[in-house]
């Protein structure tokens, strides 16, 4: 597996990590039994570093990891947690006293008495700009609450924004071969900053995987069936924003070319976004220890090479642009 660092955290982390937010049973059922049984195949495969939020099942995701690591003390797992959603999406509901809340309720679920890494969820886009949320952060990692604070984002422009606070750690956003915006300017500027890049959705709610055709069906619980239009959350979470009937074209355009290197296409998705600079760890989510194998196998896969990223600017120029770039 190979690693890198995240960033301002100063932390050494699997270049493909693990999203948890099947384990909070959100996508559907999965037993605890079920999930500690995806956060060992994900350690046993080399995954440092488990991304979780206080809404995935209520909290649930959190707890279980943290159940997981009291029982595995030598894991070595980086808890990254996100904070925000619990709340309508109002800047004002992003205040001091908020904060203290919701981070002493992570604390209880992982039952840690720091945090390693506590996220922004997705706010609403003028959070980024107010000083007083910055110093807050600032103030618990003095009272060591947390050890690092760092934003996830829809879009590129809030991206940025985080990116120009001095003591912003990490930068979560959508990153993927259906989303290469972040590639323009995200990306180059944390690379400058010296700002960890987490790339989340990197499988396009799992688009690239090439499993799905026209006539796939997904269960009514679960988001690529009820936001599509985004009429639940902002649409770009659900195969990153591309309709599912093109997005499925391209995906089989993907899969060739996954198959020409001898890949399984989900493989080729991961390790091309391991290659991309700036990019510290991938976070695909797993809803059983077969996929979490599979994911952080593309962790030690041998350099694709610039031809292979090439073709996937290509084929999004060709496909995806048109529908995504200027949207987030």
């Not at 030598?74 to 709340?87: E, I, N, P, Y």
């Not at 890494?117 to 949320?133: G, K």
């Not at 959508?174 to 690379?191: Q, T, Y």
């Not at 355009?253 to 990019?279: I, K, N, Q, R, Y």
Request: hydrophobic letters at 40%; charged letters at 20%; glycine letters at 8%.
């Amino acid at each position: 597996m190979k690693t890198s660092v995240l960033g301002r955290t100063g932390a050494t982390v699997s270049s493909i990590g693990l999203g948890t937010w099947q384990l909070g049973a959100d996508w559907g059922d999965v037993s605890e039994k079920d999930a500690h049984a995806v956060l060992d195949a994900a350690v046993e495969s080399g995954v440092t570093l488990f991304d979780t939020a206080d809404v995935y099942g209520d909290g649930r995701s959190e707890s279980i990891i943290g159940a997981y690591l009291r029982q595995h003390p030598d894991a070595g797992v980086f808890v990254a947690t996100k904070m925000g959603r619990r709340l309508p999406q109002v800047p004002e509901n992003y205040s001091t006293a908020n904060f203290r809340a919701w981070n002493e309720r992570s604390l209880k679920n992982l039952g840690v008495d720091t945090l390693d890494l506590v996220q922004l969820h997705c706010p609403p886009t003028p959070v980024y700009s107010i000083d007083r949320v910055y110093d807050d952060l600032a103030q618990l990692v003095d009272e060591g609450k947390i050890r690092h604070y760092g934003v996830s984002v829809e879009t590129v422009e809030e991206a940025l924004t985080a990116i120009a606070r001095p003591n912003v750690a990490s930068v979560q956003i959508i990153v993927n071969a259906f989303r290469l915006k972040p590639l323009d300017a995200v990306l180059p500027a944390a690379i400058e900053a010296g700002v960890g890049i987490i790339a989340r959705v990197p499988l396009a709610s799992g688009l690239p995987s090439g499993r799905y055709t026209a006539d796939t069906v997904f269960a009514a619980d679960d988001h690529r069936t009820y936001n599509r239009d985004g009429s639940h959350f902002d649409q770009g979470e659900t195969f990153s924003g591309v309709d599912y009937a093109t997005g499925v074209e391209a995906a089989q355009e993907f899969a060739a070319l996954a198959a020409e290197h001898g890949l399984a296409p989900a493989t080729a998705a991961l390790a091309w976004l391991t290659e991309v600079p700036g990019v510290s760890t991938v976070i695909p989510g797993a809803r059983n220890p077969e996929q979490a194998r599979a994911n952080a196998a593309a962790g030690s896969v041998a350099a694709l090479g610039p031809e292979f990223h090439a073709r996937v600017v290509e084929l999004y120029d060709r496909r995806i642009r048109p529908l995504v770039h200027e949207r987030w």
